[in-house]
């Protein structure tokens, strides 16, 4: 099947090379496309996905900045709002045998990412649930047309920069060597990372839920952490899918944040040994790490950190958005 013409730029490293460059921490360079960085890799299906993705109003769709938890909050959706026909003790839960990566599938990464193909999407079962790390400004016209639901992740600069520091040195080659903290550090402070700047990110989500609270729900994993109970009623409340009393009496909301834990995840063979089935196959323990509030200290000096707050307080003062 040919690519439909006018759809993609006919040859995309001639678009790519109009477009303002800068380092990549693992490939060579990321591409600046309507304010945000991205990655060679995946322009086809940022692009596509623009173009072609046309979502169901019982669609849901979860956004992250990358390392924000996507991974936690893909199992917690999908043991959900599944809870019926997977009860969330059930010996053959999908979340038992897949990376919650393979049950909720990134649009542009890996849906609309395909050489010279565009997914079929009509044979999945609503509700469907899908992903993207797409900045608001990015995300395709017919989602934000649609009733669809959206859940937004956020999570603390410093823990986010980290894990992405983290994750980004499992990727290179071992002739790259390790990318060196202080040079992450100053690219994540510039915005140049995956999808960043990560403030703007950040703050264009927010402000989205602030003018659309019912479209777009917006969760801390800090709050996830301390409260998960709570926030998984309110996550179930936001997408139509609220738990009765009866349930809560007898330890579904439980059930499902153990299942989704991350003791229980990372500790799963298929998250310990398993393969992605897209991306280029990545290994599924590569997203399990340490799971924790706060471990940022061990990286950052108090310059780093500092530098972190001041940005931080200067991009998102007056928004209402404090972490
Ligand atoms: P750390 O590197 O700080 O440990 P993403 O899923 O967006 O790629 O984010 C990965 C981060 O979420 C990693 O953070 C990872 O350990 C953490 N994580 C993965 N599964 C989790 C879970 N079930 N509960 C809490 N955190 C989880």
């Known amino acids: 099947e040919k690519e439909p013409e006018n759809e993609l730029p006919q040859d995309l490293g001639e678009f790519l090379s109009s477009l303002p460059k800068d380092k ?3 490939l060579p360079h990321l591409y600046q496309y309507q304010g945000f960085w ?4 995946y322009f086809r299906g940022l692009l596509a996905c623009q173009q072609h ?12 900045n990358p390392k924000s938890g996507t991974t936690w ?7 959900c709002v599944n809870r019926v026909i997977y009860p969330p003790n059930s010996e053959n839960h999908p979340l038992l045998t897949n990376v919650p990566h393979d049950l909720v599938p990134f649009l542009e990464l890996e849906l609309y990412n395909e050489l010279n193909h565009l997914p079929d999407l009509s044979s999945i079962a609503s509700p469907r649930i899908f992903s993207t790390h797409l900045p608001y400004v ?12 959206v859940v937004y992740l956020c999570r603390n600069p410093k823990d986010t920069f980290v894990s992405l520091w983290h994750f980004c040195n499992k990727l290179r080659n071992e002739n790259q060597g390790t990318l060196l903290l202080e040079e992450a550090f100053d690219l994540f402070c510039r ?45 179930a409340d936001f997408l139509g899918y609220s738990f009765t009393l009866e349930e809560e009496k007898i330890g579904v909301v439980d059930e499902i944040l153990k299942l989704c834990s ?32 706060g471990d940022w200290v061990k990286y950052l000096t108090p310059e780093m950190s500092d530098r972190f707050d001041q940005i931080t307080r200067q991009k998102f003062e007056g928004s209402g958005l404090d972490s």
Do not use: M
Request: overall charge positive.
């Open 24 to 26: 990549d921490w693992v």
């Open 38 to 41: 991205h990655s060679p890799k």
């Open 53 to 64: 993705f046309q979502p169901l109003d019982t669609d849901i769709i979860l956004i992250t």
């Open 73 to 79: 909050l893909k199992a917690l959706v999908y043991a």
């Open 138 to 149: 990015s995300l395709p016209n017919s989602v934000k047309d649609s009733q669809c639901k």
């Open 191 to 235: 915005g140049v990372c995956i999808n960043g700047p990560y403030w703007d990110h950040v703050l264009s989500y927010w402000k989205a839920s602030l003018e659309l609270p019912r479209k777009v729900c917006f969760v801390k994993y800090e709050e996830l952490q301390e409260n998960p109970f709570v926030h998984v009623k309110r996550l």
């Open 262 to 293: 991350f003791e229980n995840l990372s500790n799963l063979e298929v998250n310990r040994t398993g393969i992605l089935s897209h991306r280029g196959g990545g290994e599924n323990q590569a997203f399990f790490r340490q799971g924790k509030v």
